[in-house]
C-alpha cells in the first residue's frame, strides 16, 4: 500500500501505519453477548477476557509484515482465568476508580466475562478483575451505550499498568496531553514488568510520558503542523485504539492474531498523522523521535530495568518511522532497486536487533550499524556527489559537529522544550550544511538531507 505525502511515497506495512483510510473495522463494537457468561439486556456491555501474564507488545515495528511477529512476539501469558470478580469502574480526577457497573460478575471457564452498566455514551471506563490478592485492569476505550455491546481487551499485567498510569494522568490533570494510543504504544510488557505493583514507579513512568507527550506536541508546532491537522489526527487515533482493542478481544489470545491486530494498529497510529491529518511523514518521524528522546530522557529517574525497557520502547517506535522515511525518500531520490532493497534488509535488521537489545550499549551498536548501511546506499543514490555527501556526514559527526552539539545540549536539557530546541537547531544546522550541494539534482538533495537528519541523531 502507498500513501503519498507531498512529493514522497511511503509504504507502510508495519507499525507502525494505515491503508488509505483506517480499514481495519470495529468487528466487535456491537456484538452480541450471547456467549458470554452474563447477560445485561438492557445495558450497556462490556465483554472481555482475564488471561492475567506478562501481556502483549505493542511497540514491534517491522518493514514486512510478516516478520513482526518474529521481532517482537507477544509474550506467554499465565492462561485464562476462572472465577474471577469483574466490575467497571470510572476515573475521578483525583485518579481514583469508582465502580459504575450494574453488579460484579464472575469469569467463566475461559475467563470471560461480560458486565453491564447504566452509563450511556461514556468513554475510557475501566474493567477490573479481582482474583484473590490479584488485581488486574485494562482501559475500554470504546464507547458503552444503552443496549450495545462493547469490547475490552484482554486483561494482563501490561493493560494493568497501561491503566494504572493513565489514572496517574487523570490526576495530574494532563489527559488532555497523553491519551490512551500513547501508553498503549509505549508501554510494552516489558515496560510494564518493570514497574508493575510499584505505584511509585508507575508514577515516575506517567510523569515521563507526560513530558513524551509535551515534547511531540511542541516538536509539531514547530515543525508548522496545525492544532486542527492534531485535533484531526487524534480522533483517527482514537478509533484505531478503539479497534484494536475489540481486535485483541476477538483474537482470545491467538498469537498470529494478537500481531496481526498489532501490526494494523501500529500502521493506523502513523495513518492518522500521515494519510488523514495530511502531515508529511518525515515531519511524523522528526516528532516522534524528539518525543522519544524526552521519554528517554525523562525516565531517568526510574530504575535501571525500567529505564532500559522504556528506551528499548521508545527505539523501536523511534526506528520504524525513521526506516519508513528512509525507504521513501531513497525512493524519491530515484534510488535503485536494489539500493532500496538493501534498505529494506537495514531496516529489518535494525528492528531485529533493537528488539533483541539487552543493554543501551547493543542499542547505539544497532543504530551505528544501520547507519553505516543506510550510508552506503544514499552515496549510490548520489551517483558522482556521493564522496561529497560521505564527506558531510563526516562533518556531522566529527568532534564539535552537529552530532556532538546535539548530545551536549541533550545532556543540559531539564525541560521538553529544551529537548525541542535542540533537535530543531541540530535539523537547522544539517540543512544548512546541505544547500547548495552540487552534483545532485533536487529530489536527490532533498531526500539526502532527510535521511541524514534522521540518522545522524542516534
Not at 255 to 260: E, N, V
Not at 290 to 300: E, H, K
Not at 330 to 344: D, K, M, R, T, Y
Request: glycine share 8%; proline share 2%; charged share 10%.
Amino acid at each position: 500500500m502507498q500513501i503519498k505525502t507531498n512529493s514522497l511515497s511511503a509504504n507502510f506495512s508495519f507499525i507502525p501505519v494505515v491503508t488509505v483510510a483506517i480499514a481495519f473495522m470495529c468487528a466487535g463494537c456491537s456484538k452480541s453477548s450471547s456467549n458470554n457468561p452474563v447477560s445485561s439486556q438492557g445495558a450497556a456491555t462490556v465483554q472481555g477476557q482475564l488471561i492475567g501474564g506478562s501481556g502483549l507488545t505493542t511497540t514491534n515495528h517491522s518493514s514486512k509484515p510478516e516478520t513482526a511477529a518474529s521481532l517482537n512476539p507477544p509474550d506467554p501469558v499465565d492462561g485464562e482465568i476462572q472465577g474471577a470478580t469483574v466490575t467497571l469502574a470510572q476515573i475521578q480526577v483525583d485518579g481514583s476508580l469508582k465502580t459504575v457497573s450494574k453488579a460484579a460478575v464472575k469469569t467463566d471457564a475461559t475467563g470471560h466475562f461480560a458486565v453491564g452498566t447504566d452509563l450511556n455514551d461514556v468513554s475510557n471506563l475501566v474493567a477490573v478483575a479481582v482474583d484473590g490478592a490479584s488485581e488486574w485492569q485494562a482501559i475500554v476505550s470504546g464507547q458503552v451505550s444503552t443496549g450495545n455491546t462493547t469490547d475490552c481487551q484482554p486483561l494482563t499485567n501490561q493493560s494493568t499498568v497501561q491503566a494504572e498510569a493513565y489514572s496517574r494522568v487523570v490526576a495530574d490533570g494532563k489527559s488532555n496531553v497523553l491519551t490512551i494510543p500513547d501508553l498503549q504504544l509505549f508501554v510494552s510488557s516489558s515496560v510494564a514488568a518493570g514497574v508493575a505493583g510499584n505505584s511509585g514507579a508507575i508514577a515516575q513512568l506517567a510523569e515521563a510520558m507526560e513530558e513524551e507527550s509535551t515534547a511531540q506536541t511542541t516538536a509539531f508546532a514547530q515543525l508548522g503542523v496545525t492544532q486542527s491537522q492534531l485535533s484531526t489526527a487524534a480522533i483517527a487515533r482514537q478509533q484505531a485504539q478503539i479497534e484494536l482493542e475489540s481486535a485483541l478481544y476477538s483474537a482470545t489470545g491467538d498469537s498470529s492474531q494478537d500481531a496481526a491486530a498489532l501490526e494494523t494498529y501500529t500502521a493506523a497510529t502513523i495513518g492518522a498523522y500521515v494519510a488523514t491529518a495530511g502531515i508529511p511523514i518525515e515531519n511524523v518521524a522528526k516528532a516522534e523521535e524528539i518525543s522519544c528522546s524526552a521519554l528517554t530522557s525523562f525516565s531517568a529517574s526510574m530504575s535501571a530495568g525500567a529505564q532500559f525497557s522504556v528506551a528499548q520502547s521508545a527505539a523501536l517506535v523511534r526506528a520504524g518511522l525513521m526506516s519508513e522515511v528512509v525507504l521513501s525518500e531513497l525512493q524519491a531520490g530515484g534510488a535503485s532497486q536494489s539500493e532500496v532493497s538493501a534498505a529494506n534488509s537495514a531496516n529489518t535488521d535494525l528492528l531485529g536487533s533493537i528488539s533483541l537489545a539487552v543493554s543501551p550499549g547493543t542499542i547505539i551498536d544497532a543504530f551505528a550499524s544501520y547507519h553505516t548501511a543506510i550510508m552506503a546506499q544514499l552515496e549510490a543514490m548520489a551517483g558522482t556527489a556521493g564522496s561529497a555527501l560521505g564527506q558531510v556526514d563526516n562533518d556531522i559527526n566529527t568532534a564539535g559537529g552537529a552530532h556532538a552539539t546535539l548530545e551536549t545540549t541533550l545532556n543540559s536539557a531539564g525541560t521538553p522544550g529544551a529537548v525541542v530546541q535542540a533537535y530543531m537547531t541540530y535539523y537547522g544546522s544539517i540543512g544548512t550544511m546541505m544547500q547548495g550541494m552540487g552534483g545532485m539534482n533536487n529530489a536527490q538533495l532533498t531526500a539526502a538531507t532527510q535521511i541524514l537528519m534522521l540518522i545522524d541523531s542516534n
